[in-house]
């Protein structure tokens, strides 16, 4: 059973800083991409980064220069630094990874159960 647990969520002023952490547990051979989602109230779930683990990063146009992930493959975690928020950053955030469980099984898709950030004065 793999789990993916987030961390780091809260309430910050618009302007501030805040870290999101991920850590992959369970069954696990090889955790492909990780990434960071996030759903706001009445819109659907985007894409907010994600890294490939050969280092590739790919952004929301909306947070780059102001969001940084990156990832520990040694431990399975995944991470998000979060500056200059805004109140339109504030939403549930997700973290995704697509992992093998075993050698020669089709990877697959695994999500944490949220963390919500809320960006106000």
């Known amino acids: 059973q793999v789990q993916l647990v987030e961390s780091g969520g809260g309430l910050v002023q618009p302007g501030g800083s805040l870290r999101l952490s991920c850590a992959a547990s369970g069954s696990i051979f090889s955790i492909w991409n990780m990434g960071w989602y996030r759903q706001a109230p009445g819109q659907q779930r985007e894409l907010v980064a994600s890294l490939t683990s050969g280092g590739k990063t790919n952004y929301a146009d909306s947070v780059k220069g102001r969001f940084t992930i990156s990832r520990d493959n040694a431990k399975n975690t995944v991470s998000l630094q979060m500056n200059t928020l805004k109140p339109e950053d504030t939403a549930v955030y997700y973290c995704?990874?697509?992992?093998?469980?075993?050698?020669?099984?089709?990877?697959?898709?695994?999500w944490g159960q949220g963390t919500q950030v809320t960006v106000s004065s």
């Open positions: 995704s990874a697509e992992l093998q469980e075993a050698a020669g099984t089709v990877p697959y898709d695994y």
